[in-house]
Nanobody
Framework: QVNLEESGGGSVQAGGSLSLSCKVP????????????TAWFRQAPGKEREGVAA???????TYADSVKGRFTISKDDVKSIVYLHMKGLKSDDSATYYC???????????????????WGKGALVTVSS
């Protein structure tokens, strides 16, 4: 079992910024566990979980249209941490944000939540107007 550890989140006024971090456990002896892509999803109350941003091992990134230009996903391969930097936050961005990983060499670009192998417990982001 691979447990992802999220941190960050909280409450912010509209227009403000927040950052989330996701620690992916390190497995130095298995190619399977070092060859993965990660993505951030979010789920607001009463709504379906949706993909927000994704980053592949080659550092290529994709974003949902609703967050393009405002959110940035990045990673630190040495620390095995994936970040989601959010700026220009809107009330519609309020949700629980989940970090997810897809192991084994696939691409996270366009991946659905059902395709992801492992998840974090979620970090709540609340944006007040």
């Amino acid at each position: 079992q691979v447990n992802l550890e999220e941190s960050g989140g909280g409450s912010v006024q509209a227009g403000g910024s927040l950052s989330l971090s996701c620690k992916v456990p390190e497995y130095s002896t298995s190619t399977y566990y070092t060859d993965y892509c990660t993505a951030w999803f979010r789920q607001a109350p009463g709504k379906e979980r949706e993909g927000v941003a994704a980053i592949n091992p080659d550092a290529s990134t994709t974003y949902a249209d609703s967050v393009k230009g405002r959110f940035t996903i990045s990673k630190d391969d040495v620390k095995s941490i994936v970040y989601l930097h959010m700026k220009g936050l809107k009330s519609d961005d309020s949700a629980t944000y989940y970090c997810a990983a897809l192991m084994g060499g696939g691409s996270c670009h366009g991946a659905t939540s059902s395709q992801m192998n492992y998840w974090g417990k979620g970090a709540l982001v609340t944006v007040s107007s």
